[in-house]
């Protein structure tokens, strides 16, 4: 109310102040009439547009551009009235009850609607003035030093930072100004900071203003771009921090954006892909939906995002009981009334999955169960079929049978003109599922993509470890290449796929261009505070069985489009026979159970033609690995294999195996 009465007082002032000024500070008597007649009428007009728009709750401490907006509109409601109303007396004789010479005159109505704008806004932005010089000298710490930083990055976010910056002295960060390479904007001032220069001039601005940490305010951005302003950064012996994108400010409460180190995700050579989830909110809303491999990094993440969608329930199947009790805790305890039910249950356990399914009813399935580390599953190609061929299998003809709407099964890019038994594999998984479209009304599809960034047991993980211990970094081959990205993108692809797919298609993600390991590990190195190949040194261990040095993300007959996301490609070949396949799946399933590795081989190149995998030292998986050339003692059968790890005399060999098995 005090806030309402004070805007009604303004604008009689601003009434008043206009007619002072059209008749230059001498308003004849007959015009003084006219503005006790007129103030009534023009204050209950202008105080029920600004009731009506709600200016009086506009909060003068936190008044910006939006506010100004919504008080112009207010105060040119009544002047359009008063102006038509005018205009109306004057030329059209419509009886009006006020005589034509106690009419308001219309430079006076044009020039109440510009003192009024300018009371309200000014008295806002002068409470905003007075309560930021207050906060700062209360916020202003005592004795504390604050970081001379450079923001990099004068745009949207720069500037939103600097404001920030400026009203939070406590966050201990001295912003000296902006670096940024549009030429346009160099020399200008945004918040009081000034643009001092391009990023090739990083080093001279840092030593000319005594700067010791930069603040990357860029939006996100290709790696290349961000690779360039790190290593400015290390030239000039400048802190690089990053202020994070929206998406990652878990505490709402904060105002200020908290700045981070620079991770390796944040070099990927390409802009994070960010997806629109708002249309699949309908897809899973009230719906059971159920996601195997749910323990795992990507069920885990996939998981946490379908429940922000609130599922009628969430099913969450998983082999390993400890994996499983951690994602069921942490679900819990982040969507308390969220119904999430924990099953432990292997795939290839039908009885066991057929019970859950017949219970539980789901309506989508989300399969991210798989054995994915290449060299493991060489040294046990019997138990990669039966997991991630047979395990698929048995879960698409249950899901079928119980008339799941949906199945979508997560694949790889290794399933592309495979090398290794993993990804043909996946690629008979990716036969299978594809065939079933042609026999069942659920809509199967597949969705693929690389190597997913930080995943448990991935190269991120161990490049950290190995620099941890001073290292040295082990690099299969300096010209090994692999596509990366995050795991929340590659959950938001499977979720945007579900909702694409019509049945039988294979979604990739357009992942842009491949990144060199070796290009990885350096910059990993460097962002610990190291030098390559000084102070931690990188060793090259020779291609593991199975790898290839380059990847790809579709086979040239599946003949990729758009679809409607400009970020998902969609491939479809024509599906294998379905007589014709079950057969050949019926006659693998004999060769992975006897343990017959060459007849396994052999088999897979008959049902896959595109598969390139060799027999020859299979199961040479252990050390030495690192000098590149496996041991001709260890025996190349599967079963014997794990037999032969277990009676080598060095312990020390027992931990290198598991470390080098990664992928």
Known sequence: MFRLLADTVMLAAA?????????????????????????????????????????????WRFSGLLEARRILLAVSIPSFVLLTSRLTAKYFDLGWPIPSDRQLPVSVILMDMVFGFLALVGSRTAGRLLGDWQEGRRLRPRGGRRTPTLLIGAGRRGAAVARQLREQPDAGIWPLGFVDDDPLKQGSVIHGLRVLGSTAELS???????????????????????LRIVEACEKAGLTAKIVPALHELMDGRKRLMPARDVTPADLLPRPIVEMSSQRLADLFRD??????????????????ELAQFHPDCLVLLEQAENSLF?????????????????CVADICDVARVSQVFSRYRPAVVFHAAAHKHVPLMECNPGEAIKNNVFGSKSLADIAAANQVERFVMISTDKAVNPSSVMGASKRLAEIYVQALCQTSSCRFVVVRFGNVWASAGSVVPIFQEQIARGGPVTVTHPEMERYFMTIPEACQLVLQASGLGEGGEIFILDMGKPMRIVELARQMIRMAGFVPDVDVAIKFTGVRPGE??????????????????????????????????????????????????????????????EYRGDFAGRGAMAAPVAD????????????????????????????????HSID
């Open 628 to 659: 590149g050339c496996p041991p001709a003692s260890l025996p190349t059968r599967t079963g014997e294999c794990s037999i032969a790890v277990a009676n080598l005399t060095a312990p020390a060999l027992v931990p290198a195996v598991l470390k």
């Open 15 to 59: 009434l008043a102040a206009a007619f002072e000024i059209r008749f230059e500070g001498a308003v004849p008597p007959a015009y003084v009439r006219v503005f006790w007649t007129w103030l009534p009428a023009v204050l209950l007009i202008q105080t029920l547009a600004c009731f009506g728009l709600g200016i009086h709750r506009l909060t």
């Open 287 to 304: 719906r059971v939906v159920l996601v195997t491999g749910a323990g795992g990094s990507i069920g885990s993440e996939l998981s946490r």
């Open 326 to 342: 951690h994602v069921h805790r942490r679900l819990a305890a982040e969507f308390p009334g969220q119904d999430l039910v924990p």
């Open 204 to 226: 001279q601005i840092a030593r000319r203003c005594g700067a010791t940490q930069t603040m990357i305010t860029l939006a996100p951005a290709a790696g290349a771009d961000m």
């Open 548 to 609: 290839k040095l380059s990847e790809e993300l579709c086979l040239t007959e599946e003949n990729t489009e758009r679809t409607s996301h400009p970020r998902i490609l969609k491939g479809r070949l024509q599906p294998y026979d379905w007589s014709v396949i079950t057969r050949q799946l019926d006659e693998l399933r004999g060769l992975a159970e006897s343990g017959a590795v060459a007849e396994l081989h052999a088999k897979l190149r008959d049902i896959i033609p």
